[in-house]
Protein backbone atom coordinates (compact mmCIF):
# COMPACT_ATOMS: atom_id res chain seq x y z
CA UNK A 1 0.00 0.00 0.00
CA UNK A 2 3.11 2.45 0.86
CA UNK A 3 4.64 1.56 -1.95
CA UNK A 4 1.15 1.97 -4.02
CA UNK A 5 0.90 5.44 -2.79
CA UNK A 6 4.37 6.59 -3.02
CA UNK A 7 4.44 5.57 -6.61
CA UNK A 8 1.03 7.23 -7.12
CA UNK A 9 2.78 10.17 -5.70
CA UNK A 10 6.00 9.91 -8.07
CA UNK A 11 3.62 9.50 -10.92
CA UNK A 12 1.76 12.54 -10.04
CA UNK A 13 5.22 14.56 -9.46
CA UNK A 14 6.14 13.45 -12.95
CA UNK A 15 9.73 12.05 -11.94
CA UNK A 16 11.47 10.69 -14.58
CA UNK A 17 11.65 6.86 -15.44
CA UNK A 18 8.28 6.52 -14.70
CA UNK A 19 8.99 3.91 -17.16
CA UNK A 20 10.68 1.90 -14.59
CA UNK A 21 7.97 2.26 -11.93
CA UNK A 22 5.22 1.19 -14.08
CA UNK A 23 7.24 -2.01 -15.23
CA UNK A 24 7.85 -2.22 -11.67
CA UNK A 25 4.57 -2.86 -10.81
CA UNK A 26 4.31 -5.70 -13.79
CA UNK A 27 5.73 -8.99 -13.72
CA UNK A 28 7.25 -10.70 -16.91
CA UNK A 29 7.39 -14.43 -17.44
CA UNK A 30 9.38 -16.27 -20.23
CA UNK A 31 6.45 -19.34 -21.05
CA UNK A 32 7.44 -22.43 -23.20
CA UNK A 33 4.54 -23.72 -24.96
CA UNK A 34 3.19 -27.27 -24.99
CA UNK A 35 3.95 -29.93 -27.43
CA UNK A 36 7.47 -28.29 -28.88
CA UNK A 37 5.48 -24.93 -30.14
CA UNK A 38 8.13 -22.71 -28.63
CA UNK A 39 7.58 -20.11 -26.50
CA UNK A 40 5.54 -16.83 -25.42
CA UNK A 41 6.33 -14.10 -22.72
CA UNK A 42 3.36 -13.32 -20.17
CA UNK A 43 3.17 -10.18 -18.62
CA UNK A 44 1.04 -9.65 -15.58
CA UNK A 45 0.39 -6.72 -13.24
CA UNK A 46 1.75 -7.76 -9.48
CA UNK A 47 -1.10 -6.81 -7.64
CA UNK A 48 -5.23 -7.14 -7.95
CA UNK A 49 -7.25 -9.54 -9.71
CA UNK A 50 -6.88 -10.38 -13.35
CA UNK A 51 -10.20 -10.89 -14.62
CA UNK A 52 -9.49 -10.63 -18.95
CA UNK A 53 -6.62 -11.50 -20.79
CA UNK A 54 -4.80 -10.36 -23.91
CA UNK A 55 -3.25 -12.24 -26.67
CA UNK A 56 -0.80 -10.03 -28.21
CA UNK A 57 0.37 -11.54 -31.92
CA UNK A 58 3.62 -9.44 -33.50
CA UNK A 59 4.21 -8.03 -36.55
CA UNK A 60 5.97 -10.18 -39.44
CA UNK A 61 9.22 -8.97 -38.11
CA UNK A 62 8.49 -11.66 -35.32
CA UNK A 63 8.14 -11.18 -31.38
CA UNK A 64 11.25 -8.36 -30.83
CA UNK A 65 10.61 -5.69 -28.47
CA UNK A 66 7.97 -3.92 -29.75
CA UNK A 67 5.55 -6.92 -29.62
CA UNK A 68 6.66 -7.29 -25.91
CA UNK A 69 5.89 -3.42 -25.18
CA UNK A 70 2.54 -3.61 -25.91
CA UNK A 71 2.30 -6.90 -23.81
CA UNK A 72 4.02 -4.68 -21.18
CA UNK A 73 1.94 -1.88 -21.61
CA UNK A 74 -1.36 -3.61 -21.06
CA UNK A 75 -0.30 -5.58 -17.71
CA UNK A 76 0.43 -2.07 -16.94
CA UNK A 77 -3.00 -1.04 -17.40
CA UNK A 78 -4.12 -4.26 -15.25
CA UNK A 79 -4.50 -7.14 -17.90
CA UNK A 80 -2.32 -10.13 -18.65
CA UNK A 81 -0.88 -10.17 -22.16
CA UNK A 82 0.62 -12.77 -23.53
CA UNK A 83 3.25 -11.91 -26.96
CA UNK A 84 3.08 -15.22 -28.37
CA UNK A 85 5.81 -16.36 -31.08
CA UNK A 86 4.12 -17.20 -34.20
CA UNK A 87 7.31 -18.23 -35.89
CA UNK A 88 7.52 -20.05 -32.94
CA UNK A 89 11.63 -19.94 -31.18
CA UNK A 90 12.63 -16.36 -31.32
CA UNK A 91 12.81 -15.59 -35.01
CA UNK A 92 13.35 -12.01 -35.69
CA UNK A 93 14.06 -10.34 -39.04
CA UNK A 94 15.95 -6.95 -39.65
CA UNK A 95 15.42 -7.29 -43.08
CA UNK A 96 12.35 -6.98 -45.24
CA UNK A 97 13.29 -10.23 -46.99
CA UNK A 98 13.82 -12.10 -43.86
CA UNK A 99 10.66 -11.04 -42.80
CA UNK A 100 8.98 -12.16 -46.13
CA UNK A 101 10.32 -15.52 -45.49
CA UNK A 102 9.64 -16.13 -41.78
CA UNK A 103 6.09 -15.24 -42.62
CA UNK A 104 5.39 -17.41 -45.68
CA UNK A 105 7.03 -20.02 -43.97
CA UNK A 106 3.92 -19.40 -40.41
CA UNK A 107 1.73 -19.23 -43.09
CA UNK A 108 2.24 -22.28 -44.84
CA UNK A 109 1.30 -23.69 -41.88
CA UNK A 110 -1.58 -22.74 -40.45
CA UNK A 111 -2.40 -25.47 -38.67
CA UNK A 112 0.61 -24.74 -36.43
CA UNK A 113 -0.41 -21.29 -36.44
CA UNK A 114 -3.16 -22.03 -34.99
CA UNK A 115 -1.92 -24.58 -32.20
CA UNK A 116 0.56 -21.91 -31.03
CA UNK A 117 -2.40 -18.93 -30.42
CA UNK A 118 -4.54 -21.51 -28.62
CA UNK A 119 -1.52 -22.74 -26.86
CA UNK A 120 -1.00 -19.31 -25.68
CA UNK A 121 -4.84 -19.03 -25.04
CA UNK A 122 -4.67 -21.70 -22.76
CA UNK A 123 -1.51 -20.58 -21.13
CA UNK A 124 -3.98 -17.00 -20.03
CA UNK A 125 -6.86 -19.46 -18.94
CA UNK A 126 -4.77 -20.95 -16.18
CA UNK A 127 -4.68 -17.59 -14.24
CA UNK A 128 -7.46 -18.37 -11.84
CA UNK A 129 -10.14 -15.34 -12.23
CA UNK A 130 -9.93 -15.17 -15.83
CA UNK A 131 -12.83 -14.47 -17.60
CA UNK A 132 -12.31 -12.68 -20.97
CA UNK A 133 -9.62 -13.42 -23.56
CA UNK A 134 -8.88 -10.92 -26.26
CA UNK A 135 -6.66 -11.16 -29.18
CA UNK A 136 -4.65 -8.05 -30.66
CA UNK A 137 -1.97 -8.28 -33.21
CA UNK A 138 0.06 -5.81 -35.53
CA UNK A 139 0.34 -6.26 -39.20
CA UNK A 140 1.15 -9.46 -39.75
CA UNK A 141 -0.49 -10.05 -36.34
CA UNK A 142 -3.50 -8.40 -37.29
CA UNK A 143 -4.42 -11.14 -39.77
CA UNK A 144 -3.89 -13.49 -37.30
CA UNK A 145 -6.32 -12.41 -35.04
CA UNK A 146 -8.97 -11.61 -37.94
CA UNK A 147 -8.68 -15.10 -38.77
CA UNK A 148 -9.42 -16.35 -35.45
CA UNK A 149 -12.34 -14.12 -35.24
CA UNK A 150 -13.23 -15.69 -38.58
CA UNK A 151 -13.00 -19.46 -37.38
CA UNK A 152 -15.25 -18.95 -34.44
CA UNK A 153 -12.37 -19.19 -31.81
CA UNK A 154 -13.89 -18.24 -28.44
CA UNK A 155 -12.70 -14.55 -28.08
CA UNK A 156 -14.37 -11.42 -26.60
CA UNK A 157 -12.91 -9.63 -29.46
CA UNK A 158 -9.96 -9.15 -31.27
CA UNK A 159 -8.42 -6.40 -32.84
CA UNK A 160 -6.45 -4.98 -35.31
CA UNK A 161 -3.89 -2.68 -35.86
CA UNK A 162 -2.55 -2.16 -39.70
CA UNK A 163 -3.45 -5.43 -40.59
CA UNK A 164 -4.01 -7.15 -43.83
CA UNK A 165 -8.17 -7.43 -44.10
CA UNK A 166 -8.05 -9.75 -46.98
CA UNK A 167 -8.94 -13.25 -47.04
CA UNK A 168 -9.79 -16.75 -48.87
CA UNK A 169 -11.98 -17.60 -45.91
CA UNK A 170 -14.73 -15.24 -45.05
CA UNK A 171 -16.51 -15.43 -42.14
CA UNK A 172 -19.85 -17.03 -42.14
CA UNK A 173 -22.59 -15.54 -40.42
CA UNK A 174 -23.59 -16.44 -36.83
CA UNK A 175 -20.10 -17.72 -36.69
CA UNK A 176 -18.14 -15.37 -35.06
CA UNK A 177 -18.09 -15.16 -31.50
CA UNK A 178 -15.83 -12.06 -31.00
CA UNK A 179 -16.25 -8.12 -31.57
CA UNK A 180 -13.69 -6.40 -33.34
CA UNK A 181 -11.72 -3.44 -33.73
CA UNK A 182 -9.82 -1.97 -37.02
CA UNK A 183 -7.45 0.58 -37.04
CA UNK A 184 -6.29 0.93 -40.65
CA UNK A 185 -4.27 3.63 -42.08
CA UNK A 186 -6.09 5.09 -45.10
CA UNK A 187 -2.50 5.80 -47.24
CA UNK A 188 -1.63 2.04 -46.01
CA UNK A 189 -0.34 0.60 -49.45
CA UNK A 190 -0.88 -3.01 -48.06
CA UNK A 191 -4.50 -2.45 -47.30
CA UNK A 192 -5.94 -0.54 -49.59
CA UNK A 193 -9.43 1.06 -49.47
CA UNK A 194 -11.13 -1.21 -51.38
CA UNK A 195 -10.01 -4.07 -49.08
CA UNK A 196 -11.19 -2.44 -45.99
CA UNK A 197 -14.39 -1.43 -47.81
CA UNK A 198 -14.76 -5.43 -48.69
CA UNK A 199 -13.69 -6.29 -44.99
CA UNK A 200 -16.49 -4.23 -44.09
CA UNK A 201 -19.04 -5.74 -46.06
CA UNK A 202 -18.03 -9.31 -45.34
CA UNK A 203 -18.31 -8.34 -41.55
CA UNK A 204 -21.71 -6.67 -41.88
CA UNK A 205 -22.69 -9.96 -43.66
CA UNK A 206 -21.41 -12.14 -41.23
CA UNK A 207 -23.04 -10.44 -38.42
CA UNK A 208 -20.02 -9.23 -36.69
CA UNK A 209 -19.96 -6.31 -34.26
CA UNK A 210 -17.42 -3.80 -35.89
CA UNK A 211 -15.68 -0.67 -35.05
CA UNK A 212 -13.62 0.54 -37.72
CA UNK A 213 -11.50 3.54 -37.35
CA UNK A 214 -9.41 4.41 -40.34
CA UNK A 215 -6.62 7.34 -40.34
CA UNK A 216 -6.03 9.53 -43.62
CA UNK A 217 -2.68 9.87 -45.00
CA UNK A 218 -1.32 7.12 -42.36
CA UNK A 219 0.92 4.22 -43.20
CA UNK A 220 1.42 0.96 -42.58
CA UNK A 221 3.16 0.12 -39.31
CA UNK A 222 1.93 3.59 -37.77
CA UNK A 223 1.23 2.63 -34.33
CA UNK A 224 5.61 1.11 -33.93
CA UNK A 225 7.53 4.36 -33.06
CA UNK A 226 10.65 2.54 -35.28
CA UNK A 227 8.73 2.68 -38.12
CA UNK A 228 9.71 5.66 -39.88
CA UNK A 229 13.29 4.73 -39.38
CA UNK A 230 12.72 1.44 -40.87
CA UNK A 231 11.15 2.78 -43.32
CA UNK A 232 13.69 5.33 -44.02
CA UNK A 233 16.40 2.29 -43.90
CA UNK A 234 14.54 -0.26 -46.13
CA UNK A 235 12.48 1.93 -48.53
CA UNK A 236 9.43 0.46 -47.60
CA UNK A 237 5.93 2.64 -47.42
CA UNK A 238 5.91 2.65 -43.31
CA UNK A 239 6.04 5.30 -40.94
CA UNK A 240 4.87 6.11 -37.06
CA UNK A 241 2.10 8.63 -36.94
CA UNK A 242 2.01 9.43 -33.01
CA UNK A 243 -1.71 10.90 -33.41
CA UNK A 244 -3.29 7.35 -35.17
CA UNK A 245 -1.13 5.68 -32.12
CA UNK A 246 -2.63 7.45 -29.54
CA UNK A 247 -6.42 7.07 -31.04
CA UNK A 248 -6.52 3.47 -31.71
CA UNK A 249 -4.39 2.93 -28.57
CA UNK A 250 -7.16 4.65 -26.57
CA UNK A 251 -9.96 3.14 -28.62
CA UNK A 252 -8.45 -0.33 -27.47
CA UNK A 253 -8.59 0.80 -23.90
CA UNK A 254 -11.96 1.48 -24.39
CA UNK A 255 -12.99 -2.42 -26.39
CA UNK A 256 -11.19 -4.66 -23.68
CA UNK A 257 -13.02 -2.09 -20.43
CA UNK A 258 -16.52 -2.55 -22.30
CA UNK B 1 -23.05 28.57 -7.61
CA UNK B 2 -25.30 27.94 -4.61
CA UNK B 3 -27.56 26.15 -7.40
CA UNK B 4 -25.80 24.64 -9.05
CA UNK B 5 -24.73 22.61 -5.78
CA UNK B 6 -28.43 21.96 -5.06
CA UNK B 7 -28.57 20.63 -8.80
CA UNK B 8 -25.44 18.43 -7.98
CA UNK B 9 -26.77 17.60 -5.03
CA UNK B 10 -30.03 16.59 -6.45
CA UNK B 11 -29.02 15.10 -9.32
CA UNK B 12 -26.43 12.53 -6.96
CA UNK B 13 -29.34 11.53 -4.69
CA UNK B 14 -31.59 10.57 -7.62
CA UNK B 15 -33.92 12.70 -7.15
CA UNK B 16 -36.58 12.06 -9.66
CA UNK B 17 -37.71 14.62 -12.50
CA UNK B 18 -33.88 15.37 -13.91
CA UNK B 19 -35.11 15.84 -16.73
CA UNK B 20 -36.64 19.34 -15.38
CA UNK B 21 -33.62 19.83 -13.73
CA UNK B 22 -31.30 19.26 -16.83
CA UNK B 23 -33.93 21.70 -19.46
CA UNK B 24 -33.62 24.12 -16.63
CA UNK B 25 -29.82 24.82 -17.21
CA UNK B 26 -30.27 25.26 -21.38
CA UNK B 27 -32.24 27.85 -23.19
CA UNK B 28 -34.58 26.70 -26.00
CA UNK B 29 -35.04 29.40 -28.91
CA UNK B 30 -37.21 29.04 -31.86
CA UNK B 31 -35.31 30.70 -35.11
CA UNK B 32 -36.46 31.85 -38.42
CA UNK B 33 -34.18 31.34 -40.89
CA UNK B 34 -33.31 34.31 -43.31
CA UNK B 35 -35.04 34.09 -47.13
CA UNK B 36 -38.19 32.49 -46.55
CA UNK B 37 -36.22 29.44 -45.85
CA UNK B 38 -38.64 27.91 -42.82
CA UNK B 39 -37.56 27.39 -39.31
CA UNK B 40 -35.32 25.69 -36.89
CA UNK B 41 -34.65 25.71 -33.08
CA UNK B 42 -31.27 26.61 -31.33
CA UNK B 43 -30.82 25.10 -28.27
CA UNK B 44 -28.02 26.19 -25.56
CA UNK B 45 -26.82 26.01 -22.47
CA UNK B 46 -27.38 28.94 -19.98
CA UNK B 47 -23.82 29.07 -18.63
CA UNK B 48 -20.40 28.53 -19.93
CA UNK B 49 -18.68 29.62 -23.45
CA UNK B 50 -19.77 28.26 -26.51
CA UNK B 51 -17.15 27.49 -28.46
CA UNK B 52 -18.46 24.35 -30.49
CA UNK B 53 -22.00 24.26 -32.23
CA UNK B 54 -23.72 20.90 -33.58
CA UNK B 55 -25.98 21.32 -36.55
CA UNK B 56 -28.86 18.73 -35.72
CA UNK B 57 -30.86 16.93 -38.82
CA UNK B 58 -33.96 15.15 -38.27
CA UNK B 59 -35.39 11.33 -39.42
CA UNK B 60 -37.61 11.58 -42.45
CA UNK B 61 -40.48 12.38 -40.20
CA UNK B 62 -39.64 15.78 -40.13
CA UNK B 63 -38.40 18.26 -37.25
CA UNK B 64 -40.26 16.24 -34.29
CA UNK B 65 -40.14 16.10 -30.70
CA UNK B 66 -37.09 13.38 -30.89
CA UNK B 67 -34.72 15.30 -33.60
CA UNK B 68 -35.30 18.28 -30.81
CA UNK B 69 -34.33 16.13 -27.83
CA UNK B 70 -31.18 14.96 -29.54
CA UNK B 71 -30.87 19.11 -30.09
CA UNK B 72 -31.60 19.77 -25.82
CA UNK B 73 -29.29 16.81 -24.83
CA UNK B 74 -26.17 18.37 -27.00
CA UNK B 75 -26.62 21.10 -25.10
CA UNK B 76 -27.51 19.75 -21.40
CA UNK B 77 -23.97 18.42 -22.68
CA UNK B 78 -22.56 22.39 -23.36
CA UNK B 79 -22.95 22.31 -27.17
CA UNK B 80 -24.92 24.85 -28.93
CA UNK B 81 -26.93 22.73 -31.15
CA UNK B 82 -29.54 24.09 -33.93
CA UNK B 83 -32.19 21.24 -35.02
CA UNK B 84 -32.82 22.68 -38.54
CA UNK B 85 -36.17 21.77 -40.24
CA UNK B 86 -35.04 20.40 -43.49
CA UNK B 87 -38.90 20.37 -44.81
CA UNK B 88 -39.42 24.08 -44.19
CA UNK B 89 -41.92 25.06 -42.19
CA UNK B 90 -43.55 22.44 -39.54
CA UNK B 91 -44.08 19.52 -41.28
CA UNK B 92 -44.52 16.48 -39.06
CA UNK B 93 -45.17 13.31 -40.68
CA UNK B 94 -47.61 10.63 -38.79
CA UNK B 95 -47.71 7.42 -41.27
CA UNK B 96 -44.45 6.27 -44.03
CA UNK B 97 -46.19 7.59 -46.58
CA UNK B 98 -45.89 11.01 -46.06
CA UNK B 99 -42.91 10.67 -44.84
CA UNK B 100 -41.84 9.55 -48.16
CA UNK B 101 -43.28 12.42 -49.66
CA UNK B 102 -41.74 14.92 -47.31
CA UNK B 103 -38.64 13.61 -47.91
CA UNK B 104 -38.75 13.24 -51.56
CA UNK B 105 -40.49 16.86 -52.00
CA UNK B 106 -37.26 18.02 -49.96
CA UNK B 107 -34.43 15.94 -52.09
CA UNK B 108 -36.09 17.33 -55.10
CA UNK B 109 -34.59 20.25 -54.37
CA UNK B 110 -31.15 19.67 -52.97
CA UNK B 111 -30.10 23.71 -53.61
CA UNK B 112 -32.98 24.34 -51.22
CA UNK B 113 -31.98 21.80 -48.32
CA UNK B 114 -28.43 22.95 -48.64
CA UNK B 115 -29.78 26.77 -48.16
CA UNK B 116 -31.38 25.37 -45.08
CA UNK B 117 -28.42 23.91 -43.81
CA UNK B 118 -26.32 26.61 -44.84
CA UNK B 119 -28.94 29.03 -42.63
CA UNK B 120 -28.59 27.14 -39.65
CA UNK B 121 -25.04 26.86 -39.78
CA UNK B 122 -24.76 30.56 -40.11
CA UNK B 123 -27.28 30.77 -37.06
CA UNK B 124 -24.82 28.99 -34.91
CA UNK B 125 -21.86 30.34 -36.01
CA UNK B 126 -23.44 33.98 -34.46
CA UNK B 127 -22.48 32.80 -31.23
CA UNK B 128 -19.56 35.53 -30.76
CA UNK B 129 -17.03 32.38 -29.37
CA UNK B 130 -18.36 29.72 -31.37
CA UNK B 131 -15.02 27.83 -33.14
CA UNK B 132 -16.62 24.26 -34.59
CA UNK B 133 -19.39 23.69 -35.79
CA UNK B 134 -20.50 19.93 -36.28
CA UNK B 135 -23.53 18.25 -37.94
CA UNK B 136 -25.65 15.23 -36.87
CA UNK B 137 -28.36 13.12 -38.69
CA UNK B 138 -30.62 10.58 -38.13
CA UNK B 139 -31.77 8.06 -40.88
CA UNK B 140 -32.71 10.47 -43.60
CA UNK B 141 -30.64 13.33 -41.76
CA UNK B 142 -27.47 11.34 -42.21
CA UNK B 143 -27.86 11.65 -45.57
CA UNK B 144 -27.58 14.90 -45.63
CA UNK B 145 -25.00 15.48 -43.32
CA UNK B 146 -22.84 12.95 -45.30
CA UNK B 147 -23.57 14.67 -48.42
CA UNK B 148 -22.65 18.21 -46.44
CA UNK B 149 -19.10 16.39 -45.82
CA UNK B 150 -19.08 15.19 -49.44
CA UNK B 151 -19.73 19.02 -51.01
CA UNK B 152 -16.57 19.94 -48.79
CA UNK B 153 -18.31 22.16 -46.17
CA UNK B 154 -16.69 23.98 -43.83
CA UNK B 155 -17.75 21.52 -40.81
CA UNK B 156 -15.09 20.06 -37.78
CA UNK B 157 -16.92 16.50 -37.96
CA UNK B 158 -20.23 14.54 -39.13
CA UNK B 159 -22.07 12.04 -37.59
CA UNK B 160 -24.79 9.71 -39.07
CA UNK B 161 -27.26 7.37 -37.22
CA UNK B 162 -29.14 4.39 -39.27
CA UNK B 163 -28.47 7.13 -41.92
CA UNK B 164 -28.34 6.15 -45.74
CA UNK B 165 -24.48 5.82 -47.23
CA UNK B 166 -24.78 5.75 -50.90
CA UNK B 167 -24.49 8.49 -53.09
CA UNK B 168 -24.74 9.55 -57.22
CA UNK B 169 -21.94 11.85 -56.08
CA UNK B 170 -18.92 10.19 -53.97
CA UNK B 171 -16.58 11.95 -52.16
CA UNK B 172 -13.54 13.45 -54.11
CA UNK B 173 -10.43 13.11 -53.17
CA UNK B 174 -8.86 16.08 -50.65
CA UNK B 175 -12.56 17.59 -50.45
CA UNK B 176 -13.83 16.69 -47.48
CA UNK B 177 -12.67 19.12 -44.94
CA UNK B 178 -14.87 17.23 -42.32
CA UNK B 179 -14.34 13.99 -40.02
CA UNK B 180 -16.96 11.39 -40.18
CA UNK B 181 -18.73 9.56 -37.81
CA UNK B 182 -21.29 6.54 -39.02
CA UNK B 183 -23.27 4.04 -36.61
CA UNK B 184 -25.19 1.83 -38.38
CA UNK B 185 -27.46 -1.24 -37.76
CA UNK B 186 -25.83 -4.38 -38.48
CA UNK B 187 -29.71 -5.58 -39.49
CA UNK B 188 -30.83 -2.49 -41.37
CA UNK B 189 -32.30 -3.74 -44.52
CA UNK B 190 -32.32 -0.24 -45.92
CA UNK B 191 -28.26 0.13 -45.34
CA UNK B 192 -27.64 -3.26 -46.15
CA UNK B 193 -23.81 -4.63 -45.56
CA UNK B 194 -22.50 -4.10 -49.19
CA UNK B 195 -23.61 -0.48 -49.04
CA UNK B 196 -22.10 0.04 -45.68
CA UNK B 197 -18.54 -1.18 -47.36
CA UNK B 198 -18.91 0.47 -50.53
CA UNK B 199 -19.06 3.55 -48.38
CA UNK B 200 -15.96 2.61 -46.59
CA UNK B 201 -14.20 2.28 -49.72
CA UNK B 202 -15.39 5.50 -51.04
CA UNK B 203 -14.64 7.15 -47.65
CA UNK B 204 -11.10 5.49 -47.96
CA UNK B 205 -10.17 6.51 -51.86
CA UNK B 206 -11.58 10.15 -50.95
CA UNK B 207 -9.05 10.49 -47.51
CA UNK B 208 -11.61 10.65 -45.28
CA UNK B 209 -11.08 10.56 -41.67
CA UNK B 210 -13.96 7.85 -40.76
CA UNK B 211 -15.31 6.36 -37.71
CA UNK B 212 -17.56 3.20 -38.32
CA UNK B 213 -19.89 1.01 -35.74
CA UNK B 214 -21.82 -1.62 -36.76
CA UNK B 215 -23.66 -2.94 -34.20
CA UNK B 216 -24.93 -6.37 -35.07
CA UNK B 217 -28.80 -7.65 -35.15
CA UNK B 218 -29.73 -4.19 -34.80
CA UNK B 219 -32.45 -2.62 -37.22
CA UNK B 220 -33.17 0.87 -38.97
CA UNK B 221 -33.65 3.73 -36.62
CA UNK B 222 -32.06 2.20 -33.36
CA UNK B 223 -30.80 5.22 -31.67
CA UNK B 224 -34.79 6.38 -31.54
CA UNK B 225 -37.05 5.03 -27.99
CA UNK B 226 -40.29 5.35 -30.08
CA UNK B 227 -39.22 3.39 -33.27
CA UNK B 228 -40.08 -0.12 -31.65
CA UNK B 229 -43.83 1.25 -31.43
CA UNK B 230 -43.49 2.56 -34.73
CA UNK B 231 -42.44 -0.71 -36.45
CA UNK B 232 -45.32 -2.78 -34.92
CA UNK B 233 -47.73 0.10 -35.59
CA UNK B 234 -46.73 1.00 -39.27
CA UNK B 235 -44.86 -2.79 -39.83
CA UNK B 236 -41.69 -1.21 -40.86
CA UNK B 237 -38.47 -2.49 -39.89
CA UNK B 238 -37.40 -0.16 -37.26
CA UNK B 239 -36.95 -0.89 -33.44
CA UNK B 240 -35.00 1.20 -30.19
CA UNK B 241 -32.11 -0.59 -29.10
CA UNK B 242 -30.53 0.60 -26.01
CA UNK B 243 -26.94 -0.82 -26.52
CA UNK B 244 -26.26 0.67 -29.33
CA UNK B 245 -28.32 3.97 -28.58
CA UNK B 246 -26.06 4.26 -25.74
CA UNK B 247 -22.62 2.87 -27.51
CA UNK B 248 -23.42 5.35 -30.33
CA UNK B 249 -24.06 8.75 -28.31
CA UNK B 250 -20.84 7.76 -26.30
CA UNK B 251 -18.94 7.88 -29.32
CA UNK B 252 -20.62 10.99 -30.53
CA UNK B 253 -19.80 12.97 -27.65
CA UNK B 254 -16.04 11.86 -27.59
CA UNK B 255 -16.37 12.86 -31.39
CA UNK B 256 -17.11 16.11 -30.34
CA UNK B 257 -14.94 16.49 -27.96
CA UNK B 258 -11.66 15.61 -29.66
Not at 64 to 82: F, P, T, V
Not at 159 to 173: V, Y
Request: some cysteine.
Amino acid sequence: MILRLVLLVLFATGVPSLNAFAKALTEEKPVTLAGDLGSAVLYTPRNGQIKTGVIVVHEWWGLNDYARSRAQQLAEEGYAAIAVDMYGHGKIADHPKEATAFMNAALAEPDKMNARFQAAKAELEKLPQLDKVYAIGYCFGGAVVLNQARMGTDLAGVASFHGSLGTENPAEAGKVKAKVLVATGGADPMVPPKQVGDFVTEMGQAGVNLELLSFPGVLHSFTNPEATAKGEETGLPVAYDEAADKASWAALLRFLAE
